[in-house]
């Protein structure tokens, strides 16, 4: 099963990538220095994040771990953020939240999805791409930084998003499904 898992992860992000940066390692570079910096000097909406489920996959633990998680990771964040003419979306937020052992985690980061419109007057929307960043964790050497690059999914309406993504690990550890309300006002 987590081969399974593995393989989906690699294939959504490799599907996700956006289109502008194929080609070159350095023109992926080049596009996303740009996609960033145009995100961060030119945002169309200030986001507000509400993140409300941390789910561990039973499948993957021991049911005397998740007995003990905490899986509402109470806390916020802000980002900025921006759509291209296509939908495509990209964000450059700062959040944080209560983790699995209920001790903050925070979390800075860049996002792309690839989006796709549902109807006519481009109000429900779904999005597919994959976020990156440095988050820290108490149980993990103590808050050192740690670097994260993970699938992203969405569903929104207008302003309003849902966000996920799925932290993936081995037994007892990891196999997370993260999600997250995010509003542009």
């Known amino acids: 099963m987590r081969s399974i898992l593995k393989v989906l992860s690699v294939t959504l992000c490799l599907l996700a990538f956006p289109v502008g940066a194929t080609g070159t390692l350095s023109d992926g570079w080049e596009w996303l220095k740009q996609d960033v910096s145009q995100t961060w ?29 905490n899986e509402s990771p109470w806390g916020g964040g802000l980002g900025v953020s921006r759509y ?5 979306w990209s964000a450059l937020y700062a959040m944080a939240f209560k983790d699995s052992h209920n001790k903050w985690q925070p979390i800075i980061g860049y996002g792309w999805e690839k989006g796709w419109y549902l109807d006519q ?15 820290a964790r108490d149980d ?34 990891g196999n997370v499904l993260f999600a997250w309300f995010r509003y542009g006002f």
């Open 41 to 69: 000097e030119q945002p169309q909406y200030t986001d507000l994040y509400l993140p409300f489920i941390s789910w561990h996959a039973r499948f993957a633990y021991d049911k005397e771990k998740t007995d003990n998680y």
């Open 84 to 88: 291209n003419e296509e939908g495509d």
């Open 121 to 135: 007057a481009r109000d429900f929307r779904l999005g597919l791409g994959l976020t990156a960043g440095i988050t």
């Open 140 to 173: 993990f050497a103590n808050y050192v930084p740690l670097p994260i690059v993970l699938p992203l999914f969405s569903a929104g309406y207008k302003r309003l998003n849902v966000q996920f993504t799925y932290i993936p690990g081995s037994y007892n550890n």
